[in-house]
T-cell receptor, first 115, second 114 residues
Framework: KAGVTQTPRYLIKTRGQQVTLSCSPI?????VSWYQQTPGQGLQFLFE???????NKGNFPGRFSGRQFSNSRSEMNVSTLELGDSALYLC??????????????FGSGTQLSVL | DQQVKQNSPSLSVQEGRISILNCDYT??????FLWYKKYPAEGPTFLIS?????DKNEDGRFTVFLNKSAKHLSLHIVPSQPGDSAVYFC?????????????FGKGTKLSVKP
């Protein structure tokens, strides 16, 4: 079974630009979550999508948005990029049967550098 | 305010000895805890988890202990191997309606020396 696939792997942008990151979850997984990791910080939750609906959102400004498609693939978008947005963006998927605890499977991430 | 804390940014252990990584949490609503391992330039990999109804879970060389009264959990690796050198993240979950939302600690970098 293929793992979680994130594209692109690396990205360099300049301040003020916008960026779109893509995530393909493990086949059959219906939930996709996005996390931001910056140096010295743990992973910070951005948002979670389940069956094309945003189920939860972390404490990030409105410049960060996302969506999920009917095939469970997800994209996140960051508009008006700031230097502080430079980070590793991780996508994670899980099956989410409901009522039971499930682990998340992470992709390798997209390393975004904002210059 | 950090709800999940890993107070040791780094830990160095000799190969073959025990590695003990610690994690504290503040939210008593957390009912599921996980440990992830992360190598540079890769995503985190699930290692082991424990439900709040248990106080110990074991998987090969890895054992997680949970002390709910102290709001503390620890990961024991015995024996430690050089390939275990990585950053270890403790994570907690308490929202059944949003299980994709894990609260992570900042990580502990484990170095296992040959």
């Amino acid at each position: 079974k293929a793992g979680v696939t994130q594209t692109p792997r690396y990205l360099i942008k300049t301040r003020g630009q916008q960026v779109t990151l893509s995530c393909s979850p493990i086949s059959g997984h219906r939930s996709v979550s996005w996390y931001q990791q910056t140096p010295g910080q743990g992973l910070q939750f951005l948002f979670e999508y389940f069956s094309e609906t945003q189920r939860n959102k972390g404490n990030f400004p409105g410049r960060f948005s996302g969506r999920q498609f009917s095939n469970s693939r997800s994209e996140m978008n960051v508009s008006t990029l700031e230097l502080g947005d430079s980070a590793l963006y991780l996508c994670a998927s899980s099956f989410q049967t409901g009522g039971t605890n499930e682990k998340l499977f992470f992709g390798s991430g997209t390393q975004l550098s904002v210059l | 305010d950090q709800q999940v804390k890993q107070n040791s940014p780094s830990l160095s252990v000799q190969e073959g000895r025990i590695s003990i990584l610690n994690c504290d949490y503040t939210n008593s609503m957390f009912d599921y805890f996980l440990w992830y391992k992360k190598y540079p330039a890769e995503g985190p990999t699930f290692l082991i988890s424990i439900s709040s109804i248990k106080d110990k879970n074991e998987d090969g060389r890895f054992t997680v202990f949970l002390n709910k009264s102290a709001k503390h959990l620890s990961l024991h690796i015995v024996p430690s191997q050089p390939g275990d050198s990585a950053v270890y993240f403790c994570a907690a979950s308490g929202n059944r309606r949003s299980q994709g939302n894990l609260i992570f600690g900042k990580g502990t970098k484990l170095s296992v020396k040959p």
